[in-house]
């Protein structure tokens, strides 16, 4: 538990003068399941960027593995979930193919899929249980379906750590019970997950860490510790996530 | 059939025809998905400049038009990724530049080099000399090379270029890539169908398949089909119709996307009924 995999330091990052993350101090350790909270504008999406290597530091460092982000080339141990696919609704792409790309890479670039990458796809399709709907065009599922496609696509790449986007944003009860039992089986697997979130209730029982977010002028960190995040804290967004799940049903994809 | 396969000329152009129904829609199915589609349009207007050139230095057209086309890709790519907003100005600017320098280049070349740009811009029937044949083989047989190796690669980007590069994959060589693909493609359809109509055969095929397919590898196996046979079949026509090839290839394509998207309508309820 106390191996370090990503390791944040000082990190800060602005958007043409405004402070989006100021002075973030975060050690992800191996095993950690971590919810990344806070209101919209709060810098949680622009953290996991940064992690990424796809949003320029301005002050601070970032280590992958104990390698810094610059040099870090073991990107196969890393595997995000994005809300859904940019590319995949201008030409059909199937949800094989979908999940099986998830086992592209500049190191499988001279030989075909092998056995293994084929086997863990298949794997990661019966988990996500739409092993039936290998087939189908990506863009005829529903949105949960969708979202369960991209989830087994991070599976595929038999990453470390898995970081998730708002992978409940606008499911219905359904979908959003099977992501948590799918999370409960990779938490048990000793994966370290990472999920940006509104709203933590569906899977504050496998979380370990809850990690608050919110714009401020000295530290973007609110709160760093063990669920239940204290109500100083969770109460502004609580209530306002709350107020949408009673009123109207989210739409998919509108999220930024 | 046999009246045509009488003529050398002929059996060159059908095979640079082929040639052409082959890639372009290889290379188109990848510029869809990135939403790139107007991409293989702008290039074939910088590979005209090319063809001026060529007039008016006395090299041969293709490569001195693959050298401007690729040049082109460059510049389209670094434009794409420095200027966010102001991009397709940009772009629309280079493209002008394109036509107008080809138009300009070809008039001040001595003899008759204008009136053969014609050729150049919808396709001619005579202009594939058997060396031309040798150069497009050799080009096509490096798309294929690329696309083998960096298939997967160039598939993960247009997904999502964010996941790709979180993949380790280098976005910007393989935009390039994708870029200097088209570039490739242009100048390989550009004696038989044409440099303004080149991109067609990239695009519609493909805009004709992904109507009735339901995967990224379906959808570029049945484009190649419909761009063979529209390629093929145009160039037939318009040998009897004494038409230039292009406009003639890319209305055959247009009517197998119309043929497509009225076969499309059963198909889709049925799968909807199945699942």
Redesign the interface.
């Known amino acids: 538990m106390t191996d370090t995999v990503i390791s944040i330091e000082r990190l800060c990052v602005e958007f043409d003068g405004a402070h989006v993350l100021e002075d973030v101090n975060v050690q992800i350790h191996a095993g950690d399941v971590i919810a990344l909270l806070g209101p919209n504008g709060s810098g949680k999406s622009t953290l996991i960027r940064a992690i990424l290597g796809l949003q320029p530091l301005d002050h601070g460092r970032i280590t992958l593995f104990g390698t810094p982000l610059r040099r870090f080339k073991q990107w196969q141990r890393i595997a995000l979930v994005p809300q859904r696919l940019p590319g995949a609704s201008s030409i059909p792409v199937s949800v094989w193919e979908t999940v099986l790309s998830g086992a592209i890479s500049p190191r499988t670039r001279w030989r075909p899929f092998s056995r293994a990458e084929k086997n863990a796809a298949i794997q990661a399709l019966h988990d996500v249980d739409l092993w039936d709907r290998r087939h189908s065009r990506l863009d005829t599922l529903s949105g949960g379906q969708q979202r369960r496609v991209l989830v087994a696509r991070a599976l595929a790449s038999n990453a470390d750590v898995i970081m998730m986007d708002e992978p409940t944003a606008g499911l219905d009860a359904a979908n959003v019970a099977a992501l948590a039992r799918l999370l409960g089986e990779l938490k048990a697997k000793g994966r370290t997950i990472i999920v940006v979130t509104h709203e933590i209730d569906a899977i504050e029982s496998l979380v370990t860490r809850a990690i608050v977010l919110a714009p401020s002028e000295h530290h973007s960190v609110q709160y760093d510790g063990p669920p239940p995040v204290p109500n100083t804290f969770a109460h502004d967004h609580h209530h306002h996530h709350d107020a949408v799940i009673d009123e109207a049903p989210p739409v998919i994809g509108m999220e930024p | 059939m046999t009246m045509i396969w009488d003529f050398d000329f002929m059996r060159r152009a059908l095979l640079a025809a082929a040639l052409v129904g082959l890639i372009a829609p290889l290379i188109g ?1 990848f510029l ?4 790139l589609a107007l991409l293989g349009d702008g290039m074939g207007h910088v590979a005209l400049t090319g063809v001026g050139l060529a007039f008016l230095l006395g090299t041969a057209p293709i490569p001195t038009a693959m050298a401007t086309a690729a040049l082109g890709a460059f510049l389209i790519e670094f434009i794409r990724y420095r200027s966010r907003t102001a991009g397709d100005v940009a772009l629309a600017l280079l493209f002008y530049g394109g036509i107008a320098g080809g138009v300009l280049f070809a008039s001040l070349a001595p003899g008759r080099a204008s009136s053969s740009l014609n050729s150049y811009l919808f396709g001619s029937l005579s202009t594939v000399a058997s060396g031309d044949l040798w150069a497009l083989g050799a080009l096509v047989v490096t798309v294929l090379l690329i696309l083998l ?2 298939g ?2 160039l ?2 980007v ?3 270029p ?9 976005v910007r060589a393989m935009s390039t890539l994708m870029a200097i693909l088209a570039a490739i493609v242009v100048v390989v359809g550009m004696r038989v169908v044409g440099l303004l109509l080149v991109s067609a055969i990239m695009i519609v095929p ?1 805009a004709a398949a ?1 109507q009735v ?7 570029a196996a049945l484009a190649v089909v419909i761009g063979v046979i529209a390629s093929v079949t145009g160039l037939v026509g318009s040998f009897y119709v004494e038409a230039p090839p292009g406009p003639a290839i890319v209305i055959i394509a247009l009517a197998c996307f119309a043929i497509l998207a009225i076969v499309a309508v059963p198909i889709r309820r049925r ?1 909807r009924e199945h ?1």
């Open positions: 199915v869809v998905q990135r939403r190796f960096f997967r690669e598939f993960a247009s997904l999502d964010d996941i790709a590069q979180v993949q380790g994959i280098k493909v992904q397919t339901r995967s990224f590898r379906a959808t799968r699942s």
